[in-house]
């Protein structure tokens, strides 16, 4: 049974670091591509970052880039967002999700309709 689980969300203030985790079963997770998105009251949900099956290649939403790294360890089966510098409008709830459609895929998809497997999300709010 494919699993992914989120962790590491809390409240911090503008400006704060915070570390998020999404931790993988019932899947090779070396061979697939992972991904994070995130969904804001009122808000459709949207792409934050995503990172190749090797973690030789990384992808990032134009709002975070500069401010988020997104990293895996395969032999852990996790994937991490590191968010630094955030501001009052990351906040969110944020996604783990994988795309099982194919293993050791080159392409790399941005749309949330693409993944069919997500976590259960984990809330990030960034006080002013």
């Known amino acids: 049974q494919v699993e992914v689980v989120e962790s590491g969300g809390g409240l911090v203030q503008v400006g704060d670091s915070l570390r998020l985790s999404c931790a993988a079963s019932g899947f090779t997770f070396s061979r697939y591509n992972m991904a994070w998105f995130r969904q804001a009251p009122g808000k459709e949900r949207e792409f934050v970052g995503g990172?190749?099956?090797?973690?030789?290649?990384?992808y990032y939403g134009d709002s975070v880039k500069g401010r988020f790294t997104i990293s895996r360890d395969n032999a852990k089966n996790t994937v991490n967002l590191q968010m630094n510098s955030l501001k009052p409008e990351d906040t969110a709830v944020y996604y783990c999700?994988?795309?099982?459609?194919?293993?050791?895929?080159?392409?790399?998809?941005?749309?949330?309709?693409?993944?069919?497997?997500w976590g259960q999300g984990t809330q990030v709010t960034v006080s002013s």
């Open positions: 990172i190749m099956w090797s973690g030789g290649r990384t």
């Open positions: 999700a994988v795309d099982l459609r194919y293993s050791y895929s080159g392409t790399f998809h941005y749309t949330d309709g693409e993944y069919k497997y």
